[in-house]
Structures are given as structure tokens and as C-alpha cells.
């Protein structure tokens, strides 16, 4: 089983920044590859915000390139997002995300979420 728990997120001044954290925790069968944030509006759908791979590779929409850093510490397990010059259109639900290998398959597993809100 992989568990993923998420902190950071709180209430911000547009322009301000905010830094996420998820640890994710795998039983011995699991290895822990690819991991990514996504963010959720009220009345859109989910949407990817940042991903990295075990190598360090990350990967951006245009919509927070060059404001949103992802990070990872392997070792942890732990991926981090800085987000900075926040807008009120990065209001959402933020939820960690991790693909799982195992054995002859993977598997994707998702954080509680938590909320972020960008106001003034």
C-alpha cells in the first residue's frame, strides 16, 4: 500500500508564495517512480500542475511556468512545490500525486488534497 500526505497549503495575498510538501510512505513491494501535483477549481476539471520523474525531470503547463518550482528529495520519497507570484486563478484544491511500481504492474495513488487559496 502507498500513502501520500500533503501540508502547506493556507490562504495567501495575490503575489505572495506558498510552499507544498507530500511524503509519500510504500510497503516494501512498491517503488515509488513519477510524482506530480494537480489542482482542482470549483466547476473545472483537474488539471496538472507540475510532474517530476525519478531522474529529476520536471514538467510545466504554461500556466505556472516560470512561477511554480517542483522538487524532489528521492530518499523521502517527498516531492515539494514552490509557488510563487501567486494569482487568484491558482485557487484550488492541490492534491499530490505518485505512480507506484510493483512487481509486474503500477499503480497511481492520490493525497487528501489541500486547499489553496490566492485573495486579497
Known amino acids: 500500500q502507498v500513502q501520500l500526505v500533503e501540508s502547506g497549503g493556507g490562504l495567501v495575498q495575490p503575489g505572495g508564495s506558498l510552499r507544498l510538501s507530500c511524503a509519500a510512505s510504500?510497503?516494501?513491494?512498491?517503488?515509488?517512480?513519477?510524482m506530480a501535483w494537480y489542482r482542482q477549481a470549483p466547476g473545472k476539471e483537474r488539471e496538472l500542475v507540475a510532474a517530476?520523474?525519478?531522474?529529476?525531470?520536471?514538467n510545466y503547463p504554461e500556466s505556472v511556468k516560470g512561477r511554480f518550482i517542483i522538487s524532489r528529495v528521492n530518499a523521502k520519497n517527498t516531492i515539494y512545490l514552490q509557488m510563487n507570484s501567486l494569482k487568484p486563478e491558482d485557487t484550488a484544491v492541490y492534491y499530490c500525486?505518485?505512480?507506484?511500481?510493483?512487481?509486474?504492474?503500477?499503480?497511481?495513488?492520490w493525497g487528501q488534497g489541500t486547499q489553496v487559496t490566492v485573495s486579497s
Open positions: 517530476i520523474t525519478r531522474g529529476g525531470e520536471a
Open positions: 510504500a510497503g516494501s513491494l512498491f517503488t515509488i517512480d513519477t
Open positions: 500525486n505518485a505512480v507506484a511500481l510493483y512487481g509486474l504492474g503500477e499503480s497511481l495513488f
